[in-house]
């Protein structure tokens, strides 16, 4: 989730905050209302359960007089609640922002996980009982899928597939020695430790084994949270998040196994073989169906040209059922949701149009954010609610042998990988790595899940799960960001990916792949060139639509760092000198390369006197008003009459066109809609440092005139000229603003030139709308496809 | 494998293949089996025409730089000794072989030698300085024939733009290093690794 800091000022600031008290405050008087209400009606069962209250009687009053104000709650009650919920979640994300420093030092779960705990307390304090809002259905069916797509959708292929070995050691054999570890030393324990009449000792040792399973997997929603706000580099950072991901497979396997060895109570040689196969089918299985749905989204995605509205929601759908199909088979949902999201992102990203790739991206974040948040305040009401079975024991003993696990896993596995690896992993790197390894909600709702008959030690152990998460996540969050400063772990790097980059990582995986070749090792690179050419070959023409099947992946990145800037220089509304990025895209089709000459003080082209210059500069900035006054204008009635048309008065003429113009202008705002953002914002400082002076840049004097050569469709006549010279020198400023139609006047005038620029690209070159300013300083793709 | 090559790698020879390129023996000894599979001529020495027989490398983009990478200068012939030189600048780079022996010559697979590696590859005239119209022609191999001339100019132009810090229009091999930064991360790290048979 990318945090904004909202650069209020602080009277701002504590205003809002009070607002949101306000808010909050409000809000649970709702609740506490809701419950009230509700329990006078029926037991409250889980909020996915769409169960009425049965008694609603009270209403049909006979022979009263007609109520003119009547109060039914029962008939909103599960989604006002569900709104309710959805709504303190969302304010609490805002409060927190608004208070000064308090982001910086506690990680945001850990303060919604003590709202949670507030709220639940606040239920149980109005005596009411606590809703047992984490049910798994709803978290597993509707909380954790967005998560999961986000994650997957973005997901940074290249660093994730160079690392996949490593991340698949952590995730696998990590795991599972978590698993038993935890799990067996946990029972010998419980029976040596105490007394044989006591609970403890009766918890068998499969039990112990699949509680084991339940703690031991790395949660991918903690460490999202935590993770998102240290920015440590992409190397920790994919390890442990892809190890989080990767491991549901393990955990799905190593749970219904469990679960089935201490229901039927006998375990056998041929049932451990048998476990063993599952896992590889889980897992296998679930990016099998992944994959299926991405192509077929991808495929979907093809014939969308003409209902682009509805193209977001095929990118949802489809990732939906496929986590939902992986778990009809008890596959691995998380991960058919992450092949699935990470196989058609190419694709479908090549064939939808701009503005729902910003959709996909927006809405994705959106619920990704909200369920997180959610997540973390239901976790705190459960707490509350209970049922609690505290044993000192067990719950001290699980989390020092949770602990110690995961270093020794992570220090044993660090030292047999590292014999493979090429870039060695440091103890640094290892701290972190085992440092990271939260649990979380996932945990607790497998925990849930078990039943009573069957395990009645349930409490027991959700207890201790519980605390485990609490002491992660609280511990290990806020104590994280510190020790990261303090053992100077290298952090993200913040460039975004250039052209360069692009040029020499392609140029390098060409010549890898040659040396291998002709090494005769079949490696690494080998393997990447064939899939590449596979889907060059195959795949792209299948689920691409139209000519841009063919693209090279160079030039598919250039075209989209160049829409990038586009829209970062309207953003920052100029100020800044012209990048080459902008004149050059536009004239892909009409500009002859230039020579290469001496920076910025010298032009290729021959000088000219100033007075031709000025000439020039007019005929240019009439014609380019014209050109979209032509395209704009739909109504005959608001075309300005042609200059060329003699007999009419030219002064009339000319007022009609401010007007006209001045309309325009009015319009022009609305359907760009760029607020420039402060002066020190990051689009404005990126827009700076992404410019450069070029041979197309214009010399300081000459800085309100756009130097590209568009290719007019009108011819320039003397006639236009000559108007323009009938303007004279008082309509000198108001030309100006005239001609740079996008800003309005108020505004300074180097903002009209990157915009004017913006517009003419519009018109010549409509690959995507451009309307939408689009993401802002996010990081996310960037820009691969299949690396 | 070794029964058909007609001169067997001697020990000494090894060994001083292992002092300059810093291979270990067993990949020598591969290396070797695979030089000589490659001679087609048997005569020790692999010409140009032995490497396109490789299928990979004839629809590599890059396929006659890189051959010509191992060729030196104006010769049509390379023997064991220079094939091993030129892979040497693909071994992993290991530190402690910087510290063993500060004051010989940079080892083959120093970071700067591999980057200077690929940046002979751009540079075809040697002058130190990618100039546009080589980088036009890396980008002409790379992207392919349906790119009109005037896109790949303006790319050219960007990349030039981007990384041209003196502003002389050409990439020297320090504005090079500085350009790549990130991908320097990989061109040391992703790096052909000779598995020990």
């Known amino acids: ?787 | 494998m070794g029964s058909r090559a007609s001169r067997l790698l001697r020990e000494e020879e090894i060994e001083e293949i292992k002092k300059e390129t810093g291979f270990s023996h067993s990949q020598i000894t591969r290396l070797y089996s695979r030089f000589t599979s490659l001679d087609k001529g048997e005569n020790g020495t692999l010409s140009r025409e032995d490497f396109q027989r490789i299928p990979e490398l004839a629809i590599n983009p890059l396929g006659d730089r890189i051959i010509n990478a191992f060729f030196p200068e104006g010769e049509d012939q390379v023997n064991f000794r220079g094939f091993m030189r030129t892979l040497a600048h693909f071994r992993p780079i290991e530190d402690n072989e910087k510290n063993k022996n500060p004051s010989a010559t940079e080892p083959l697979n120093s970071r700067t030698n591999k980057l200077l590696f690929a940046f002979r590859l751009y540079d075809l005239d040697r002058d130190d300085k990618i100039s546009r119209d080589e980088l036009l022609q890396v980008l002409r191999m790379m992207v392919g024939v349906n790119i009109s001339d005037e896109q790949l100019g303006s790319i050219a132009d960007r990349t030039i733009q981007e990384a041209d810090t003196n502003g002389d229009s050409c990439i020297s091999f320090n504005e090079f290093i500085k350009a790549s930064f990130v991908v320097n991360i990989h061109i040391c790290t992703v790096v052909l690794v000779l598995v020990n048979i």
């Open chain 1, 1 to 787: 989730m990318p945090s904004r800091t909202v650069s209020h000022g602080s009277s701002g600031r504590l205003r809002g905050l009070f607002l949101v008290m306000v808010l909050v405050f409000l809000e649970s008087s709702v609740f506490t209302l809701a419950f009230a209400s509700s329990d006078q009606h029926s037991p409250t069962t889980a909020h996915s359960d769409g169960h009425k209250a049965t008694d609603h009687g009270s209403h049909n009053n006979t022979g009263k007089a007609f109520p003119v104000l009547d109060l039914n709650y029962e008939n909103v009650r599960v989604p006002f609640e569900i709104s309710l919920w959805v709504l303190l979640a969302s304010l609490m994300k805002l409060g927190f922002h608004l208070v000064p420093h308090l982001s910086n030092i506690v990680p945001e779960s850990c303060l919604l996980i003590v709202v949670g705990l507030l709220v639940g307390g606040i239920i149980r304090g109005t005596g009411e009982t606590v809703p047992p809002v984490l049910d798994s259905k709803l978290f597993f069916y509707i909380l954790l899928p967005p998560i999961i797509l986000d994650a997957g959708y973005f997901l940074p292929i290249r660093p994730f597939m160079e690392n996949l070995g490593t991340i698949l050691i952590f995730a696998v054999v990590g795991t599972l020695w978590n698993a038993f570890f935890v799990g067996g030393l946990l029972y010998g324990v419980c029976q040596i430790g105490t007394e044989s009449s006591s609970i403890l000792s009766r918890i068998g040792l499969l039990q112990c084994l699949l509680f084991g399973s339940i703690i031991s997997a790395v949660d991918p929603v903690a460490v999202l949270a935590v993770f998102e706000e240290i920015h440590i580099n992409e190397l920790l950072h994919i390890l442990v998040f892809g190890e989080s991901l990767l491991n549901d497979a393990v955990t799905v396997v190593l749970y219904h196994l469990f679960e089935e060895f201490s229901g039927i109570g006998t375990v056998t040689l041929v049932k451990g073989f048998l476990g063993v196969i599952s896992f590889f089918v889980v897992a296998l299985g679930g990016v099998l169906v992944g994959v299926l749905y991405g192509i077929l989204a991808a495929f979907t995605s093809r014939f969308t040209s003409h209902t682009r509205v509805i193209e977001p929601l095929f990118v949802f759908l489809y990732s939906y059922m496929a986590y939902l199909s992986a778990e009809i088979f008890h596959l691995s949902g998380i991960m058919a949701l992450i092949a699935c999201g990470a196989v058609m992102r190419p694709y479908v990203e090549a064939n939808i149009s701009h503005k729902s790739h910003t959709t996909i991206k927006y809405f994705l974040k959106m619920w990704s954010s909200v369920s997180e948040t959610l997540i973390f305040i239901f976790l705190g009401v459960a707490t509350v609610a209970g049922p609690h079975d505290w044993n000192w024991t067990f719950v001290t003993v699980t989390v020092i042998l949770c602990l110690v696990a995961r270093v020794i896993g992570v220090v044993g596995l660090t030292f047999i990988i590292n014999k493979f690896r090429i870039v060695k992993l440091t103890t640094k790197d290892q701290f972190i790595i085992a440092y990271g390894g939260l649990r979380g909600a996932i945990a607790f709702s497998l925990g849930f899940l078990l039943e009573k008959d069957h395990f009645p030690e349930r409490e027991i152990f959700l207890t201790a799960i519980i605390t485990v998460i609490f002491f992660t996540v609280f511990v290990q969050g806020m104590t994280i960001k510190p020790l990261v400063e303090l053992l100077a772990v290298k952090k993200k790097q913040e460039a975004k990916r250039s052209i360069n980059e692009e040029i020499h990582t392609q140029f390098l995986d060409h010549l890898l792949t040659g040396i291998e070749d002709i090494c005769g090792h079949y490696g690494h690179h080998h393997w990447k060139d064939k899939l590449n050419r596979f889907n060059k070959k195959y795949v792209k023409k299948c689920l691409i639509a139209g000519e841009r099947s063919k693209e090279p992946q160079l030039i598919a990145f250039y075209h989209k760092m160049e829409m990038k800037q586009a829209i970062q220089l309207v953003e920052s509304g100029g100020g800044i000198k012209l990048p080459s990025a902008m004149p050059s895209t536009v004239s892909m089709q009409n500009i002859q390369p230039r020579p290469p000459t001496k920076p910025a003080a010298e032009r290729a082209i021959p000088q000219l006197s100033k007075t031709k210059e000025e000439e020039i500069r007019k005929i240019l900035r009439t014609n380019l008003q014209r050109t979209r006054q032509r395209l704009r204008s739909y109504n005959r009635h608001t075309l300005v009459a042609d200059p060329y048309e003699d007999g009419l008065s030219d002064l009339f003429l000319k007022k009609q066109k401010m007007f006209q113009i001045e309309k325009k202008l009015k319009e022009m705002n609305t359907y760009l809609t760029v607020p420039a953002p402060p002066p020190d914002s990051p689009t404005m400082c990126r827009a700076r440092l992404a410019s450069d002076p070029q041979a197309y840049s214009i010399k300081p004097a000459l800085n309100k005139v756009p130097m590209i050569q568009v290719d007019l469709a009108s011819p320039q006549s003397p006639d236009s000229v000559n108007l323009l010279d009938e303007f004279g020198q008082a309509n000198q400023q108001e030309e100006e603003e005239q001609g740079l139609m996008m800003k309005p006047p108020s505004r300074p005038r180097e903002g009209k030139k990157p915009g004017e620029e913006d517009e003419a690209k519009d018109q010549q070159k409509l690959m995507r709308c451009l309307s939408d300013p689009g993401p802002s300083a996010d990081e996310d793709e960037d820009g691969a496809f299949l690396p």
